[in-house]
């Protein structure tokens, strides 16, 4: 999958777009990241990374908190996912 396709996925069709200061920036290298060890991840893995990324796309400025907590969920599942691997 590359990035876009990853945004596409990311973006909540049941919320209007009102997203006007909304740390674009985050879902962006998110999804950047995330084509990158796409093809290392199962299909579960990868559901579950979309939905990460589609909270940060919601998220608003005091949301950034619970970005962060989803990004050490995202290093655990790599973590785990990289070891299976090996």
Same mark, same amino acid.
């Given at each position: 999958?590359?990035?876009? !396709?990853?945004?596409?996925?990311?973006?909540?069709?049941?919320?209007?777009?009102?997203? %006007?200061?909304?740390?674009?920036?985050?879902?962006?290298?998110?999804?950047? %990241?995330?084509? @990158?060890?796409?093809?290392?991840?199962?299909?579960?893995?990868?559901?579950?990374m979309i939905r990460f990324?589609? @909270?940060?796309?919601?998220? !608003?400025? @005091?949301?950034?908190?619970? %970005?962060?907590?989803? @990004?050490?969920?995202?290093?655990?599942?790599?973590?785990?996912?990289?070891?299976?691997?090996?």
């Amino acid at each position: 999958m590359n990035v876009a !396709d990853i945004l596409t996925l990311m973006a909540d069709t049941k919320v209007p777009s009102q997203r %006007a200061g909304r740390p674009y920036a985050l879902a962006v290298a998110f999804a950047q %990241a995330l084509s @990158e060890i796409s093809p290392k991840l199962t299909p579960l893995e990868m559901n579950m990374m979309i939905r990460f990324g589609r @909270e940060l796309c919601l998220q !608003d400025a @005091e949301g950034v908190v619970s %970005a962060l907590e989803a @990004e050490a969920q995202i290093a655990r599942i790599m973590r785990s996912s990289r070891s299976a691997g090996e």
